[in-house]
T-cell receptor, first 112, second 110 residues
Framework: SQTIHQWPATLVQPVGSPLSLECTVEGTSNPNLYWYRQAAGRGLQLLFY??????ISSEVPQNLSASRPQDRQFILSSKKLLLSDSGFYLC???????????FGPGTRLTVT | GQNIDQPTEMTATEGAIVQINCTYQ??????LFWYQQHAGEAPTFLSY????GLEEKGRFSSFLSRSKGYSYLLLKELQMKDSASYLC???????????FGTGTRLKVLA
């Protein structure tokens, strides 16, 4: 069966510090991968998606970036965090036919 | 443009039936997802409707009308554990991008 992992589960970082969140998927190959952010009281905002290694599409221009160095690994990064980057970050995967998406447990980021 | 409209909050009693409505406008459309999200947790998949009509899955059913841009999620025999947010997400055609609404927060009271 397929599983998706995210770490860390929670993170508190000062403004201006870098960020690296990691997501890995097991039990499937060539998944579509997604990064979402959910700010307090708001809906899920799609940040990036990837249909293959090295292929990243950005949905929202901001100080975040994503990379996919391996087939089942997706990384979200920032060089300098802003207060507005606080939120619940969710990684998700779907099969190549891109029907339902399955979410990881999420990382709760607080920028202070 | 893309737009999704759901009620922000609903309250119902344990054992009752509740219907959560969703209207949407998207530039393309393949189908519509419903996800459940408990507070502080990740969303979990509930249903995916492609054709018009009602699809039943245990206590949960989902309805779609493509021509009206309308869907609802029907929850029967409510239980306390059903207290959660319910997210409506149209699948815009061929884009891999699902547009999530802000969700409806359902409170089930004893």
């Amino acid at each position: 069966s397929q599983t998706i992992h995210q770490w860390p589960a929670t993170l508190v970082q000062p403004v201006g510090s870098p960020l690296s969140l990691e997501c890995t998927v097991e039990g499937t190959s060539n998944p579509n991968l997604y990064w979402y952010r959910q700010a307090a009281g708001r809906g899920l905002q799609l940040l990036f998606y990837s249909v293959g290694i090295g292929q990243i599409s950005s949905e929202v221009p901001q100080n975040l970036s994503a990379s996919r160095p391996q087939d089942r690994q997706f990384i979200l990064s920032s060089k300098k965090l802003l207060l507005s980057d606080s939120g619940f970050y969710l990684c998700a995967w779907s099969g190549a036919r891109a029907v339902e998406q399955y979410f990881g447990p999420g990382t709760r980021l607080t920028v202070t | 443009g893309q737009n999704i409209d759901q009620p922000t909050e609903m309250t119902a009693t344990e054992g009752a039936i509740v219907q959560i409505n969703c209207t949407y406008q998207t530039s393309g459309f393949n189908g519509l997802f419903w996800y459940q999200q408990h507070a502080g947790e990740a969303p979990t998949f509930l249903s995916y409707n492609v054709l018009d009509g009602l699809e039943e899955k245990g206590r949960f059913s989902s309805f779609l009308s493509r021509s009206k841009g309308y869907s609802y999620l029907l929850l029967k025999e409510l239980q306390m554990k059903d207290s959660a947010s319910y997210l409506c997400a149209p699948d815009a055609s061929g884009t891999y991008k699902y547009i999530f609404g802000t969700g409806t927060r359902l409170k089930v009271l004893a």
